[in-house]
């Protein structure tokens, strides 16, 4: 146990609560009667990694076991890193204070594609070899889950199994299966080669792919693919009803609920949106009692609903009758991201005003209907500009709008659709009798790239090179010149990079190991960034960026993940894509079944 | 009708890492989990209102910490002090909880209790005619002359025992004493270091 050689650095160390663990609710287990103990990893930092409700729910789930302990462990940022690595302090648990390197497992919840050197850097600040073929013993067993795992082949050199889909119920059979072979002292490979057999698990060892001299794949052995996993009564998946309590600040330090998983929509460019397929809903009880045992047993006085798009959910005005009943009789805070302008209504406004008022964000991502077709946003200028008058009669004086750069069929009369609209906009708000007196408004724009991503429609899609990017980009700002709009934009470096390593294959491990090695580490923070080295590390490995960002890919074209299967049907994708190409939308599931291929499971 | 209370509390072990602004919310919410008839603002944002007596500083361990509450039910103060506890962690507990005697503003004086790695000298360091430490204000750097306000309790072993000026007005952090004491002897120092006491200015621990 480390806590006294923490003593001596963690004063040393900016905000050093983060590194030591012991909050409320936090799970503490005598060694002694645990027999499978599991890491759960997010690379990221605490202030990231807390606000996270998958970890939450595996955190707690696999803890509800007696004889299994989960501890929360986090990527040190580097005045950490240099102390842990200058005092022999290797990478622990936040609950026992141990070096995670004894642990049965190490699990990574891949979230985000650039935090994959992170994952290099904790197994290295943990004592142990980045490539899983130079760790022989059976423990510790790297794991890797969450949306980024749809895609884990720029990971495979790394890791040894993944999970498809819903960690809820696979994550107890693996742990079980562990414990099964930890007793009867099996090898590695022994277990391996068991977990192979439980569904949704994917032990990238035993796949083996062949490439052609275009270098796209030329094959991938065996043909057996892993399906992902899921729950299929939401009423019935676990749910935790405590939250670990941070001392210190984190970036969304609230309850948060889960109203419904999956989406209805389908908007073609949106991985979460197929991903998380099918669309299932927890019951108006379920979430209420849900939200009342998280806010008694965490203190929280912020909740907030999560989902992929809150006003789908079928009752969404009953439920928020009854939760803003309890809430506001608490002085609790009720957030509701995730609205989509269509569903938002005077009811809802209400409702969220009732507590306290937020901002308020929403996302046509393109500025015209041909666009917002394409890509199968179905909402038009209509439903934009109505729910942009509830919200200014209701007191709003500020928007935020996100819109997408570069999305497949864009010309340069779209992006003056975005300056038009958001004039339509302004000028709807001056038009106002009962307007909030006395306030300008203010809009702030949001331009994001499009990265196209895999299980996607658009995953045959080509991202634009940089300099039409920033053709676009100056070609908008340009003509968006008001004191009244603010304008923020993504990175093209950052954007081409995760839209390469979104659809990467096998052989960019040695890339993701070179850029690692060279000094890559905390990509996502802009100050850590280095473009340069990435780009280096990709030319040492004999390859570019613009083979897997920026090339379209033909659809019989094999994509790296074929040997996994989220449920939607390649066919469906395929249709979808060309819908697109002839600017034809479809319509949400709750209308009528695209047959995207789910079947059964599904009751919309 | 609110009643006012003054809760006792220790904050020891891994607590010690959390900082003031944190160690607030922490109470709130931990107030807010043990169910208690607690006064809360009625502004726009209503919350919780305590107020701590003494701030602690970071990385400093606190045994006889305190936080005034205001009470809007009847309550036993064993009942809040259970009820507390029950919502808190190891290393914050509460010890107690009774009706405030002295104001904040009578604070004095705090009794710190420091394990030192290397003592030696200790006495010799104090008996210098001057100890300067410098403090970093709003406008710049100034240089201050501590040596009057630190009164040395004890030295046995490893343990050093002092008592340092702390309130409203004047105040040394006994973290300073320690990085002079470790220039003086031209040495990296290791403290651990606890608050034991705080007094008020007529010499009475403050209850």
């Keep these: ?604 | 009708m609110s009643k006012p209370m003054r809760v006792f509390f220790r904050k020891t072990g891994r607590a010690k890492y959390i900082s003031h602004l944190d160690l607030q919310r922490t109470m709130q919410r931990a107030l807010k989990r043990a169910t208690l008839p607690v006064w809360e603002t009625e502004g726009f944002n209503p919350h919780i209102y305590l107020t701590f007596a003494l701030p602690l500083s970071l990385g400093i361990e606190g045994v006889c910490e305190s936080f005034d509450i205001k009470m809007t039910g009847e309550i036993s103060t064993d009942e809040i002090r259970a009820h507390l506890n029950a919502a808190l962690t190891e290393d914050l507990k509460i010890i107690c909880v009774a009706e405030p005697v002295y104001r904040h503003t009578e604070i004095q004086k705090a009794e710190y209790e420091i394990l030192l790695n290397e003592t030696d000298k200790f006495t010799e360091f104090l008996n210098q005619n001057e100890i300067i430490i410098k403090k970093k204000t709003k406008k710049g750097e100034i240089q201050t002359d501590i040596k009057p306000l630190i009164e040395l309790r004890a030295v046995e072993g490893e343990k050093i025992t002092l008592l340092l000026p702390a309130g409203t007005g004047l105040n040394v952090n006994p973290i300073q004493v320690i990085s002079a004491f470790g220039a003086f002897r031209g040495a990296e120092l290791q403290a651990d270091v606890t608050r034991t006491a705080v007094f008020c200015a007529d010499g009475k621990a403050f209850i």
């Excluded at chain 1, 986090?74 to 995670?100: C, H, Q, T, W």
């Design chain 1, 1 to 604: 146990m480390y806590k006294e050689k923490l003593d001596k650095i963690l004063l040393n160390v900016q905000k050093p609560a983060r590194y030591i663990g012991g909050e409320v609710n936090s799970v503490s287990k005598d060694k002694s009667k645990v027999d499978v103990r599991f890491a759960f990893c997010f690379p990221e930092t605490y202030d990231i990694g807390m606000s996270h409700l998958g970890m939450k729910i595996l955190y707690s789930l696999k803890n509800n076991v007696e004889n299994y302990w989960c501890e929360r462990v986090f990527m040190p940022l580097p005045d950490m890193a240099a102390e842990m690595r200058k005092n022999d302090i290797l990478l622990y648990g936040l609950e026992s204070l141990e070096p995670v390197r004894n642990f049965d497992f190490i699990g990574f919840t891949l979230q985000y594609e650039l935090t994959y050197t992170n994952i290099l850097a904790m197994l290295d600040l943990a004592g142990l070899p980045v490539l899983a073929s130079a760790r022989k013993n059976l423990n510790p067993i790297v794991v890797g889950g969450g949306p980024c795992a749809c895609n884990p082949e720029p990971l495979t050199d790394f890791f040894d199994l993944f999970v498809m889909g819903e960690g809820e119920e696979v994550n107890l059979e693996l742990m079980s299966l562990y414990e099964t072979c930890k007793s009867e002292k099996k090898s590695k490979s022994e277990f391996l080669e068991k977990a192979a057999q439980i569904d949704g698990i994917y032990v990238p060892l035993l796949y083996n792919v062949t490439y052609k001299t275009n270098n796209t794949i030329n094959k991938i052995t065996p043909e057996k693919t892993v399906k992902k996993r899921i729950v299929k009564e939401l009423d019935k998946a676990f749910t935790p009803d405590k939250f670990v309590v941070p001392f210190c600040e984190i970036v969304h330090d609230r309850a948060i609920s889960e109203i419904l998983r999956g989406c209805i929509r389908g908007c073609r460019f949106c991985q979460a949106g197929f991903i998380y397929r099918p669309y299932r809903e927890r019951s108006e009880d379920k979430i209420l009692g849900n939200i009342k045992s998280l806010c008694e047993n965490t203190g929280y006085d912020e909740v907030s609903l999560s989902s992929l798009s809150t006003g789908d959910y079928g009752k969404i005005e009953e439920l928020l009758v009854r939760l803003t009943n309890y809430t506001s009789s608490k002085n609790i805070n009720l957030s509701l991201p995730s609205m989509r302008i269509d569903s938002f209504n005077d009811e809802i406004l209400q409702q969220v005003k009732s507590v306290r008022k937020s901002g308020l964000t929403f996302a046509p991502e393109a500025g015209t209907q041909r666009l917002r077709d394409i890509i199968n946003k179905n909402i038009t200028e209509e439903d934009i500009l109505k729910g942009c008058k509830i919200a200014f009669e209701g007191g709003y004086t500020s928007v935020k709008l996100y819109f997408m750069l570069g999305l497949p069929g864009e010309t340069d009369d779209d992006l003056e659709g975005i300056k038009h609209l958001i004039d339509k906009i302004i000028d709807l708000y001056y038009a106002l009798p009962n307007r909030p007196k006395g306030k300008q408004i203010s809009v702030s724009v949001t331009l994001s790239t499009f990265i196209p991503k895999p299980f996607t429609p658009f995953e045959f899609e080509p991202q634009l090179s940089r300099e039409e990017i920033t053709r676009r980009r100056k070609f908008l700002l340009g003509i968006l010149k008001n004191k009244k709009v603010s304008i923020s934009w993504s990175d093209y470096d950052v954007s081409v990079l995760e839209a390469a390593l979104a659809r990467g294959d096998r052989r960019l491990g040695q890339v993701i190991m070179r850029a690692w090695k060279s000094g890559c580490e905390l990509d996502g923070w802009e100050e850590h960034f280095d473009f340069e080295k990435w780009e280096k590390a990709f030319a040492d490995c004999g390859t570019d960026m613009t083979f897997y960002a920026n090339r379209r890919r033909e659809y019989d074209e094999i994509p790296p993940w074929a040997m996994l299967d989220m449920l939607v049907s390649r066919e469906f994708l395929i249709a979808e894509n060309k819908r697109a190409v002839s600017g034809i939308t479809t319509p949400s599931c709750r209308e009528k079944c695209a047959g995207c291929g789910i079947g059964g499971v599904c009751n919309e």
